[in-house]
Structures are given as structure tokens and as C-alpha cells.
């Protein structure tokens, strides 16, 4: 059986996969000078990738997306989905990590990593207090 804070940061990083995998495109996104002159806002969120006009167009570029300001557009370009992709595969490396070696009864000092995962989660229904004591 699994330990439940084992149990519960599996699910929530399969909810963080899903909801990346949910979205068709865009995949990356950024701020900062696009290839349209009229995208020079710094609260205009690119995306990638290109869309085409037309079936037969072969010009790609960016796509924009206007945010209300430009401190959430960098908010928004630095929680891309490729990046929260990446942050989904560290995650669990660490929690099978974390579970293979209780599995083979050597978690060391290891304990103390999962309950930094879970913080994150920790308005989540499911999420235990105990597992923000050792947070202090």
C-alpha cells in the first residue's frame, strides 16, 4: 500500500499532466518582442506553436494573447505548459525516488522532501495537516 502523501502527490501531478495535455496548443509561451509590429506590448503573452492563416499559407508566427498587465503576462509566460511539463517529471522522479527507497526501507533523510511537494497542494480537500508540520 501505498503511503498516503506517496498516494496523494501522484495524483496531483497527474491533475497538474492532465491539465497540460488538456490544452491542444499553444505549448510554449513567452513575453518580450514578437515578429508582428503591433505586438510590441509588454503585457501581450506569445505562443507557440504557429498558426497559419490559410491551409496553403506557409508564413508562420507567434500568436498573442493580451493580458490585463504586464506583470501577468510574465506570470502566465513563466508557468507555460512545456515548463509546468518539465516541473511534472522532476516531481515525480523525486516521489518514486522517495518510494522506491521506503520500498527497500531507506528513506534516510528523505522524509522531509515530500511534504515540501505537497505544500503546494495544500488547499487541496485531500491534503492532511500533518503534512505541513515539518514545514516550519
Not at 498516494?7 to 518580450?32: C, K, M, S, Y
Not at 531507506?106 to 505537497?118: I, N, Q, R, S
Request: charged fraction near 30%; charge should be negative.
Amino acid at each position: 500500500m501505498d503511503d498516503p502523501i506517496v498516494a496523494f502527490l501522484r495524483e496531483r501531478i497527474a491533475e497538474d499532466e492532465a491539465g497540460v495535455h488538456a490544452l491542444v496548443e499553444p505549448h510554449e509561451w513567452h513575453t518580450g518582442p514578437g515578429d508582428d509590429p503591433d505586438w510590441e506590448d509588454e503585457s501581450t503573452v506569445y505562443m507557440w506553436p504557429p498558426e497559419f492563416h490559410t491551409p496553403y499559407e506557409q508564413d508562420k508566427h507567434w500568436r498573442g494573447l493580451t493580458a490585463s498587465n504586464p506583470a501577468l503576462a510574465a506570470h502566465i509566460a513563466r508557468h507555460d505548459p512545456a515548463r509546468v511539463l518539465r516541473e511534472v517529471e522532476a516531481k515525480r522522479r523525486i516521489v518514486e525516488r522517495y518510494a522506491w527507497l521506503r520500498e527497500h526501507g531507506d528513506t534516510g533523510d528523505a522524509a522531509w522532501v515530500l511534504p515540501l511537494l505537497a505544500a503546494p497542494y495544500s488547499n487541496h480537500a485531500d491534503f492532511r495537516p500533518e503534512w505541513s508540520s515539518g514545514l516550519g
